[in-house]
């Protein structure tokens, strides 16, 4: 255990007492948990929403950007020019044009059936997507939930004993007691101070560390869930940018260890996910850590510690039963978001979907050329984007994760996440401790 927090003393070495080693602890772990450049770059991750206004039919609706539209350049194209060949073909490349356009034109009946079975499986589709982005929401809002509970549950229960102390060694102490020269005086100091100048100093390193690696957690299971490529981004550039993110949170070990999933031959973590083998998940790695600092919390001896206010040994599993507890709902939170990410709707249904929808658009654009003719072309685009773009809405929607403004902003979560550790800290430790 000393291993692993001696960073957090050699932070501290220079301390000569051991009042100023816990505050400097303590707001060390504070500034890096609330670090500027940290916070700024994780806002920088997340695409910024479109701030549309929910009251307004038109706010936005001429916009393209977030609309998915590169999705539907493609058909969109496609058929006008199918719907432009046809209508030339008509007008100069056939003599006898007007038989062909009367028997196309009399197509329509055979071809408007398909709008019907069409418009389930959009529905549906859309119906799912949503269904998906709003578990995700909700995955992502536990995560949130959670990681504010955890570090109020851990914080009031490992910073407690240590608290009911102080208060029993203050109302110990005699209030009326009027010093007659200067050995009593300081008899009744050294009785008004006993208790203050404990060393709290491994006390308190456990905590941060503790509260350390919870901060990390957002931001490791932003990185699982994010592409690994984004475009502009080298494999170098995008270990720095993530390293950015996590800051001075943890050792440099222990953020390759987070953001490197992959091993080299000699076992060691890399970047590379062509030549190395895949080893780890950056959110179990976060997790696994916080299961074996839970028990160091729930177990740990206090410095100074009493049996008037040492936990009983039911009282401590007690509390590593509740951080556990927790600590589980983080894997259930990651656990859905990781499913909602990996497994798309099935392909039978989505290329079956797309195979008559296509379907149903070419012939439904030759027979309205055929009847309407040029007239008909930009009422043809305008309908054919509404047919496409609902599928083009679905495929943005069921897996929200991405670098796109209609995903979660995973980044400004863990901020979020951040600093309310920090609130925490500062509520429950720092008034306990040094107030």
């Known amino acids: 255990m000393s291993d692993r927090r001696a960073s957090l003393a050699r932070l501290n070495s220079s301390s000569s007492t051991s009042s100023q080693n816990e505050g400097q602890i303590f707001q060390t772990t504070l500034q ?52 432009l060949g046809w209508q030339i073909l008509f007008v100069y490349g056939l003599d006898d044009a007007s038989d062909v ?46 990681c504010r509970t955890n570090i109020a549950t851990v914080s009031v229960g490992f910073i407690s004993p240590i608290r ?52 990390v957690f957002p931001i490791a299971v932003k990185h699982f869930l994010r592409p690994a490529t984004r475009k502009g981004w080298k494999m170098d550039v995008r270990y720095k940018k993530r390293r ?75 509390f590593y039963q509740q951080i556990r507890d927790q600590l589980d709902i983080l894997y259930g939170a990651y656990g859905a978001m990781e499913r909602i990410n990996g497994t798309p709707l099935p392909f039978v249904y989505v290329i079956h979907l797309r195979t008559f929808l296509l379907l149903y658009l070419f012939l439904w654009n030759m027979v309205s050329v055929a009847t309407y003719g040029w007239a008909s072309l930009p009422f043809l685009f305008l309908l054919n984007w509404a047919l496409l773009g609902i599928e083009a809405a679905a495929v943005e929607c069921e897996k929200p994760f991405s670098y796109k403004p209609n995903h979660l902003l995973l980044g400004k979560m863990s901020v979020v996440i951040a600093r309310n550790i920090a609130q925490a800290l500062k509520e429950l430790v720092n008034d306990a401790l040094f107030k």
């Open 32 to 83: 890096a948990i609330l670090s500027p450049s940290r916070l700024a770059a994780l806002d920088a991750v997340d695409v910024a929403p479109i701030p549309y206004n929910s009251y307004s039919f038109f706010s936005y609706i001429m916009s393209i950007h977030g609309r998915n539209f590169p999705m539907l350049i493609s058909p969109l194209l496609a058929l006008f020019l199918f719907g």
């Open 244 to 318: 950015y993110e996590i800051g001075p949170l943890l050792t440099e070990e222990d953020a390759q260890n987070v953001i490197m999933e992959y091993d080299d031959e000699n076992g060691k973590p890399t970047s590379d996910c062509i030549t190395g083998i895949r080893a780890r998940d950056p959110p179990l790695v976060v997790l696994n850590r916080l299961h074996e600092l839970a028990y160091d919390v729930a177990h740990f001896t206090y410095t100074n510690d009493s049996s008037l206010f040492s936990p009983t040994p039911q009282g401590r599993a007690i």
């Open 164 to 215: 009911l102390r102080k208060r029993h060694k203050r109302k110990q102490q005699p209030q009326s007691h009027i010093a007659d020269n200067e050995q009593d005086k300081a008899q009744q100091d050294k009785r008004e101070n006993d208790g203050e100048n404990e060393d709290h100093t491994e006390d308190l390193e456990l905590l941060c560390e503790y509260a350390r690696w919870l901060a």
């Open 101 to 146: 356009q009367e028997f196309l034109a009399s197509l329509d009946d055979l071809i408007t059936p398909l709008l019907t079975p069409l418009s389930f499986l959009l529905t549906f589709r859309l119906g799912r997507a949503a269904v998906r982005f709003w578990d995700a929401r909700r995955a992502a809002g536990k995560m949130v939930e959670i």
